[in-house]
């Protein structure tokens, strides 16, 4: 893949430009700041006044709501959630938006599947960091940056690149290094990870350990720290140093038996559940159902939100996390 640092990115590519930052939430408050920092000019767009509206004002930045915002803009970022911007750009960016502007996403999901189709006369693009807002802008402020991802799917200026690079930099995300690929790579790669490894996987696995533990009648004290509390644990080690330096650190016994027991977990049978996991997102499936379920005021959502909230594992969490609470 092509990686790209500091040498490659021009801030001056963004003299003179406004940029409106849409949304100020996760992924809009960690960018604004940061913009803001590197001598950007930033408009934070929000509806009046939510949350958003006074965090923003409290940060120090300049407010409008979403048409008045984007009215100006030379860069419109769509940092709001992907279920609720095709509403927003239909309603407020579409018909606000300057010819020759560029329209940016930190996800791929709403172009992927066509649920923004955006004119010709504007550049499409992407910056995604990989990293939840907050680390981005704890990053930022230690002096470096979050690697990050960008991805050109409509060059109308001939300056869709640069602007992505130079939004990359105003991150700090050049620092670290910013590789390029495409709006639909990234929007199946990054489906892909949250729902069948960090979120969907993650959760079945603990839920499946725990409730194997607690139905061979362990406390679910013991399950909790066991099969919970230790992921983290685990997964710091992963993330510094990859499976090796995580092996090394275990005891050799945990070694040998995670080596020897681990394809009982995943097994051929959960290969294909990732496979058509994988198939849903590429056919349209997960799209429409995820689409469908927003669209019946996320019924569906809530219902499975509800039901993971009454898992004994969850009321179990709830204690042992208060034991970690310092007292003084
Ligand atoms: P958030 O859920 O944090 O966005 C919240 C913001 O959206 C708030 O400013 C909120 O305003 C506004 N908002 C929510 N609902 C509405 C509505 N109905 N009408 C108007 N404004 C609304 O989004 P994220 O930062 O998580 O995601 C933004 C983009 O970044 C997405 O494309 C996501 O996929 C991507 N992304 C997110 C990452 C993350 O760390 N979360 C990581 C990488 C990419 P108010 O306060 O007024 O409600
Ligand atoms: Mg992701």
Same mark, same amino acid.
């Given at each position: ?44 767009? $929000? ?39 095709? /509403? ?57 940056? $979050? ?35 495409? *709006? ?25 350990? *725990? ?23 685990? /997964? ?93």
């Amino acid at each position: 893949m092509q990686l790209y640092h500091d040498k490659d990115a021009d801030l001056k590519v963004l003299d003179g430009k406004k940029v409106a930052v849409l949304g100020y939430g996760a992924q809009g408050r960690a960018q604004a700041l940061c913009f803001h920092d590197s001598g950007i000019d930033v408009t934070v767009g $929000v509806r009046k006044d939510g949350k958003s509206w006074n965090k923003a004002k409290e940060d120090g930045l300049k407010v409008q709501e979403f048409a008045d915002a984007v009215k100006d803009a030379d860069v419109v970022m769509m940092l709001l959630p992907d279920e609720i911007q095709p /509403d927003i750009y239909k309603d407020y960016v579409l018909p606000n938006l300057k010819k020759g502007a560029a329209l940016e996403f930190a996800h791929g999901f709403s172009i992927t599947y066509k649920l923004i189709t955006p004119p010709e006369d504007i550049d499409v693009i992407m910056m995604a960091p990989k990293s939840p807002g907050d680390k981005e802008r704890d990053e930022f402020v230690a002096g470096f940056g $979050v690697p990050a991802l960008i991805c050109i799917h409509q060059d109308y200026t001939g300056n869709a690149k640069n602007i992505a690079l130079a939004l990359a930099k105003g991150l700090g995300s050049t620092r670290a290094g910013v590789f390029e690929t495409t *709006f639909d790579n990234e929007t199946y790669t990054d489906l892909f990870g949250e729902q069948s490894v960090l979120c969907g996987g993650m959760t079945a696995m603990i839920k499946a350990g *725990f409730e194997t533990l607690v139905k061979n009648g362990y406390p679910p004290e013991m399950a909790y720290f066991e099969v919970l509390h230790e992921t983290k644990l685990i /997964d710091d080690l992963i993330y510094a140093g990859g499976f090796e330096l995580m092996w090394n650190v275990v005891s050799n016994t945990a070694e040998y038996g995670g080596l020897t027991r681990r394809d009982r977990v995943i097994t051929d049978e959960s290969k294909k559940g990732m496979q058509s996991i994988l198939d849903d997102i590429h056919d349209g499936t997960f799209k429409n159902q995820w689409r469908a379920d927003f669209e019946n005021g996320l019924k569906g959502l809530r219902e499975m939100e509800e039901a993971d909230r009454n898992l004994q594992l969850e009321h179990t969490g709830k204690e042992i996390r208060k034991l970690f609470e310092r007292k003084n």
